[in-house]
């Protein structure tokens, strides 16, 4: 019979955790003591690797996007030829599908769509100006791309090998409730820095902090189309026909606050929608006349397109755009789309504010008790059962309450709570969190970006890539499947194949410890190879739940 605290180390490290490296449940004397040394202020770790900062990527990003213009510039520029059909602008993107529509389509049901790891095929250009441009933006991309990939490979590496499971748990959490999409090529490649600024140095503060520095990270802002909005009594928006894009308001009421049944309305969203124009990213113009004159004199005709008059005309309008107010990590704000007026939302009215009239409603959104009982569940659900036990709901709750949306505060409630350690797994792992957990039972990490890319889209789970803003799913029934189980055991069987293990029992009895049930034990002991007992073992139903 195993020990009261044989069994909470094996908790410790499956539930809370990410699994257990080998010798890490026999070290674990003070589970809840381990658990509580990973809630600092500093947030939880970054992956380790030379990334570029947000800024850096937004000038790499910018950069990409001028020399799509240079590509469209010079197809136009080509002389047709001899009984060819004139030639048509390609879009740089193809357009996001719908908000509903992307709902519409169940993970188990929709194809999976992967983060571009390769850049796309594109047809080559004729000329040789054509052609350098062409070139020039396929490099451009094929670096974002292959960026994000090695973000990606690092923050699995950082998973299976971390001794703070816990942390990065918690941080994983996060990024998901506040989900950003690689399924958009613009979003995608802001995705690690998204989560090394935004998400991971805030999940242990204050939470509208953490909302904040969410909403506002370029990631968010061009995954939902907030740089796009203008207000239509704006400056900008009186001179020209433009309009309000309510996206990220929606999305900040209805999966990152107060959610759907929140109590809002349809004139709350399109107040907020206007209190947070002005919200914004970097652009070509925000680098100001100099450059701007530099294409005049070169004779440039991808920078505002045209002659000397379009150039002088785009000019002034430059003059007005660059007095956004940077931020930080790459955000801006412009003034000159911002909606003027006193706003209401939720019955409260905000008076005109610029920049913070959005920021004041998100901070009050983000501290309403619709909030706090939402989240206090789905931390409950996500961590203990899809259907958590009200008690600890309630625990969850009140310590939100209690500590003003301290997520400190929050994460020892939950570490604390008796519910929190009923010995019954209830959650099944999701396809990244069971190939994490297995390279940390068998004492490996992911070493190439392809096998894991490609294991994870056979699972259905592609690398930075949800389906919709509303993150991924968390209950048995998204991830249980006959089919998600069969290519889990075909994956299975190919990292048993490849392990370089000497007993399977070990393995399983170091990874599962208290957990380990007597008949998964007996089947790993029988197997008739080696491959066959870890195999059993990686697919055991203790394994495959937390």
């Known amino acids: 019979m195993p020990s009261q605290s044989d069994v909470n180390a094996a908790i410790a490290l499956t539930r809370f955790g990410l699994g257990a490296r080998p010798g890490e449940i026999q070290r674990l004397n003070d589970p809840r003591g381990w658990l509580e040394g990973q809630i600092q202020p500093s947030g939880a770790a970054n ?16 950069d990409y996007q001028r020399d799509a213009r240079q590509v469209r510039q010079a197809r136009q520029d080509m002389p047709p030829a001899a009984g060819a059909q004139p030639a048509t602008e390609t879009p740089a993107e193809p357009r996001r599908p719908g908000r509903r529509a992307q709902r519409m389509a169940a993970p188990a049901q ?14 080559p250009a004729a000329s040789d100006p054509a052609q350098a441009a062409f070139d020039a933006r396929r490099d451009s991309r094929r670096d974002l791309v292959q960026d994000t990939a090695r973000e990606f490979l690092a ?46 140095p805030h999940v242990f503060g204050k939470f509208e902090d953490l909302a904040v520095a969410a909403e506002q990270h370029p990631a968010m802002l061009l995954y939902l189309d907030q740089a796009q909005s203008i207000g239509p009594d704006s400056r900008a928006g009186q001179r020209r026909n433009a309009g309000l894009n309510e996206n990220l308001a929606r999305e900040i009421m209805e999966l990152h ?9 349809q004139a709350d969203v399109t107040e907020f929608a206007r209190a947070l124009t002005g919200w914004s990213v970097p652009a070509p113009r925000d680098q100001g006349m100099d450059l701007v004159r530099a294409n005049v004199a070169a004779g440039a005709q991808g920078f505002g397109g045209g002659g000397a008059r379009q150039q002088a005309r785009y000019a002034r309008g430059v003059q007005a755009a660059v007095r956004g107010e940077p931020g930080l990590n790459g955000f801006v704000y412009r003034a000159i789309v911002h909606e003027p007026g006193e706003r209401t939302v939720l019955g409260k009215t905000y008076a005109p504010g610029e920049k913070d009239q959005g920021e004041a409603i998100l901070r009050d959104l983000a501290n309403s008790p619709r909030t706090t009982r939402r989240l206090a569940r789905r931390i409950a659900a996500h961590f203990v059962a ?12 009140q310590a939100w309450t209690r500590s003003g949306g301290d997520l400190a505060v929050v994460a020892r409630a939950l570490i604390t709570a008796p ?16 190939i994490i ?14 096998p894991l890319q490609q294991a994870l889209v056979s699972m259905g789970q592609p690398a930075f890539a949800a389906p919709s803003p509303e993150g991924w799913p968390d209950t048995a029934a998204d991830w249980a499947g006959p089919d998600a189980l069969v290519k889990r055991l075909d994956w299975s069987k190919a990292a048993a194949d490849l392990a370089q293990v000497a007993d399977p029992n070990t393995v399983a009895a170091n990874a599962l410890g208290a957990r380990l049930g ?28 937390r």
Do not use: C
């Open 518 to 545: 007597e008949r998964t034990r007996l089947a790993v002991a029988r197997a008739e190879s080696r491959p066959e007992a870890l195999t059993l073992f990686l697919m055991s139903p203790e394994f495959q739940r």
């Open 155 to 200: 923050r699995a590496q950082l998973g299976a090998a971390t001794e703070a499971g816990f942390a990065e748990r918690w941080a994983l959490f996060w990024a998901n409730g506040f989900t950003v999409s690689a399924t958009k090529f613009q979003s995608a490649v802001f995705m690690g820095q998204y989560e090394r600024e935004a998400i991971r």
């Open 257 to 265: 606050t107060v959610g759907a049944d929140g109590g809002y309305t």
């Open 386 to 397: 899809d259907d958590p036990p009200p008690a600890l709901v309630d625990r969850l709750e």
């Open 110 to 123: 929709a194809a999976p769509q992967t983060m571009p790891m390769a850049p796309q095929a594109m047809a």
């Open 47 to 62: 992956p380790t690797g030379q990334f570029d900062t947000s800024v850096e990527r937004m000038q790499a990003f910018l």
């Open 437 to 450: 957990s297995a390279h940390r039972a068998l004492g490996t990490a992911p070493q190439r970006i392809q």
């Open 419 to 434: 519910e929190s350690w009923e010995p019954r797994p209830a959650k099944i792992k999701t396809p990244y969190e069971f």
